[in-house]
Nanobody, 121 residues
Framework: VQLVESGGGLVQPGGSLRLSCAAS????????MAWFRQAPGEKREFVAR???????TYSDSVKGRFTIARDNAKNTMTLQMNNLKPEDTAVYYC????????????????WGQGTQVTVSS
């Protein structure tokens, strides 16, 4: 399976962006999916996760501002990001969950190439 992210860009503080992740090669219907992000010089960090039946987990830093969703029939996942802050600037990646710690990048075995999000005035 291949994952392709899109929707990144430059936005002012307080603005919104909607990221998409499209999967090809096989259906990911039964897999949990997640968004991670990585800022320059920083470790890749967990942003949000969604299970097959819609169970959602968010990091404290984005809770109340970001919304993760998925469409199993279309094999896509999205991340609606509102009230963006400069500290949200990073490359955002989508990934397929494998096992164990849901917050650790090592628990995910398939990754997209990433999409850049820059929040700046």
């Amino acid at each position: 399976v291949q994952l392709v992210e899109s929707g990144g860009g430059l936005v002012q503080p307080g603005g919104s962006l909607r990221l998409s992740c499209a999967a090809s090669g096989r259906m990911f219907g039964a897999d949990a999916m997640a968004w991670f992000r990585q800022a320059p010089g920083e470790k890749r960090e967990f942003v949000a996760r969604i299970t097959y039946n819609g169970g959602r987990t968010y990091s404290d830093s984005v809770k109340g501002r970001f919304t993760i969703a998925r469409d199993n029939a279309k094999n896509t996942m999205t991340l609606q990001m509102n009230n963006l802050k400069p500290e949200d600037t990073a490359v955002y990646y989508c990934a397929i969950y494998n096992s164990r710690d849901i917050f650790s990048p090592s628990s995910y075995d398939t990754w997209g190439q990433g999409t850049q999000v820059t929040v700046s005035s």
